[in-house]
């Protein structure tokens, strides 16, 4: 089994649907994050969490929310999807602040 | 802010051949820098992390250097295969904290 799992792999939704995707992780890590990824604009960060009881933005956290269940499982949710959040998804842990990233397959999420 | 480069953006090379990619950021008070593979479509895989106490890390055919002063660090990949066609990532921590991540080098490896 994979470290950090990503689901759905692939998803297709309506414009003004909410959706939620979800991240697990067997890591043991404390730290987990969102990012997405665009052609020409790279990975950008969505949000991020230290532990269960932390929660912070990141550069892009406009349309998006976060539940941080327990130390393995991090959920994003999109409220009321657009087309422009039409993107590949990216749920990433970390131990520590001089350790590195660990990433899941991502989700390809398509707002219609 | 940080900010991360990486030239060149994109390189077309003949198998067996070695190659150089670069990476450069802006605020060299960094606790590490990691290096990063993706195929289309996929994930990123992990190739390598160096600290900041480090000046390079090497896993096989690759190995990554890092100069904190001049805000650069350079994957070599040596005797280049066409498995090794993938996007190339570094990505640096904005201060001290979350990664920020260059727009990436897209290598082919032409057999």
């Known amino acids: 089994d994979a470290d950090v799992t990503q689901t759905p792999r692939n998803r297709i939704t309506k414009t003004g649907k909410r959706i939620m995707l979800e991240c697990s992780q067997t890591?043991?890590?404390?730290?987990m994050y969102w990012y997405r990824q665009d052609p020409g604009l790279g990975l950008r960060l969505i949000y991020y969490s230290f532990d269960v009881k932390d929660i912070n933005k990141g550069e892009i956290s406009d349309g998006y929310s976060v539940s941080r269940q327990a130390q393995a499982k991090f959920s994003l949710s999109l409220e009321s999807a657009i087309p422009n959040q039409t993107a590949l998804y990216f749920c990433?842990?970390?131990?520590?602040?001089?350790?590195?990233?660990?990433f899941g397959s991502g989700t390809r999420l398509t707002v219609v | 802010k940080q900010e991360v480069t990486q030239i060149p953006a994109a390189l077309s090379v003949p198998e067996g051949e070695n190659l150089v990619l670069n990476c450069s950021f802006t605020?060299?008070?960094?606790?590490?820098l990691q290096w990063f593979r993706q195929d289309p479509g996929k994930g990123l895989t992990s190739l390598l992390l160096i600290q900041s106490s480090q000046r390079e890390q090497t896993s096989g055919r690759l190995n990554a250097s890092l100069d904190k002063s001049s805000g650069r660090s350079t994957l070599y990949i040596a005797a280049s295969q066409p498995g090794d066609s993938a996007t190339y990532l570094c990505?640096?921590?904005?201060?001290?904290?979350?990664?920020?991540f260059g727009p990436g080098t897209r290598l082919s490896v032409l057999p």
């Open positions: 890591k043991g890590h404390d730290r």
């Open positions: 990505a640096v921590p904005s201060y001290g904290q979350n990664f920020v």
């Open positions: 990433a842990t970390s131990a520590a602040a001089n350790y590195g990233y660990t």
């Open positions: 605020d060299s008070a960094i606790y590490n």
